[in-house]
């Protein structure tokens, strides 16, 4: 009996031992693939970051560190307030992305150490041979383990280090992507409401660059508009949800987003008044730039009521419970819910898009500006009618529920209202085709391959963005909505330059 016990114990440790091994070479594999990718697409940011760790040593590290405390304890604490397990999902796959991001530039630093032993290396056998080595590091115990957290700390933070290094249209992008999971999973961001303030940034960097300090003074104080008559507003209005749902850390964290707000204002009208101090337009520029920010600031209020359905607080806050409550055949409830929603949607429209173009109203009267008065208050009138609709369909959500229903009303499911456009001559696809024809554009897509191009209408012009697969930023190009005509172009790391649209 022993000596089957024995022999029990003894096939349990080898097949547990076969099983590790079968792991280990399925990660190793999976690690090596990813390396190949890295270095087929991205080769010269991957030197670059492999040269920036050998270069940086312990700040490196230690910098790495410091990033992998943060975001995992930012995904322990967003599991902990019981955040949807998508956005929980999503959190871990980013830290697992910046994980095979790290094991990448270290495989690439250890692969090009060894290739000075070696002749003719490839860039692929010297990646390859640097995952091996790190691979193979692990095997060691407790020193292999220790090395490996070391080296990935380098690696994240040579991988940190370059970002930094990016231009501010991938720091958007970043700041996006963190700022819309804490939007759609737990507390709305005030960076996913300051889209205006963004784009308002570009125009900053435009005109700075020329030198046109007064009218990068109007685009500071319309920076500085956009967060007070966007971005606040529509915190609070979130806030005051929380309030009722007595979510005592939403309601914290929405108070503090509410204060970073007013601190970046305040910034915008500070430096707006150092840049005054050097302007040098005449009345007649600065006119025709105003006019160019009523346009813009007219395109961006309405932009997140309108968009209110499509993401945001409405998707994880309102339909994820109401289509639980549904499954359960709680009509009532979800049909409830969905009138809170309604009604959240209207407020959006009355505090923000509404509101401003009434603000509007009364400043073209006192400054006699009678030429605005009638269209600004045409689009306040249209709103208005957009926000009674939702109200309209409120009341009838409301109706319906108190009727009790044993299934889900068809109605309760019209969301349709007849929204005003934006008025351009030209469409995205129009704009991007002007944008092609530009000779840096032409260049852009001989040098890179995956560009990715994006149109966004500014209310007078637009802005069409290209980007590499991995959103480092190449360009901005400036259409004219009326000529169709390049006047602009912003490029990475920010030279400009102004020029008239031609065929080249």
Known sequence: MIGFAFAGDAAEKVASL????????????????????????????????AMRAQQRGHSGIWLGLLNYVVIIGIVLAVAGFGAP?????????????????????????????????????????????????FNLAFLVPILGQILWVILLARGLGALVGSLRQRTSKTNVMILFLAGSICFYGIVPSSEAVREGTANANIMIRRY????????????????????????????????????????VDMVEKLKEEIADIERQREEH?????????????????????????????????????????????????????????????????????????SDMCAKQYDRVTIQYFRNAVKQAKDSNRQELVKPLSHQAELYQQVRDGHLRRSATLRALAEKNPQYWPVEADNKEF?????????????AIQAARTHAKVRQIFREHRNIKEFAWFQGFCWTVSYYTQDFSDLAIIFVDDETGKVTDVLISPGNLEEREWEEQ
């Open 18 to 49: 076969f099983g590790g091994t079968i792991l280990y070479i399925a990660i190793s594999v999976g690690l090596m693939a990813f390396c190949v990718l890295a270095v087929t697409f991205f080769r010269t940011r991957l030197e670059d970051a």
């Open 418 to 430: 007849r929204v005003p456009q934006s008025k351009h001559k030209l469409t995205a696809e129009k």
């Open 208 to 247: 700075e660059r020329k030198q046109a300090f007064g009218k990068a003074a109007l685009w500071r104080e319309a920076a500085a508009q956009c967060l007070d008559v966007i971005s606040t507003p529509l915190s609070e209005i979130t806030l005051e949800y929380a309030q009722r749902r007595r979510d």
């Open 85 to 133: 397990d998508p956005v929980v999902g999503i959190l871990f796959l980013i830290l697992l992305i910046l994980s095979l991001c790290a094991f990448a530039i270290e495989a690439q630093e250890i692969g090009q150490r060894i290739a000075l032993l070696r002749e003719n290396s490839t860039p692929l056998t010297t990646i390859l041979l640097g995952a091996v080595t």
């Open 269 to 341: 009208l500070r430096r707006s008044k150092l840049l005054w101090e050097k302007a040098t337009e005449n009345q007649k520029e600065l006119d025709a730039e105003r006019a160019k920010i009523r346009e813009f600031i007219g395109e961006w209020v309405a932009y997140y009521p309108k968009q209110f359905y499509n993401f945001g607080i409405y998707q994880n806050s309102f339909r994820e419970p109401m289509e639980a409550l549904k499954d359960q055949q709680k009509y009532r409830q979800a049909l409830l819910l969905e009138a809170e929603a």
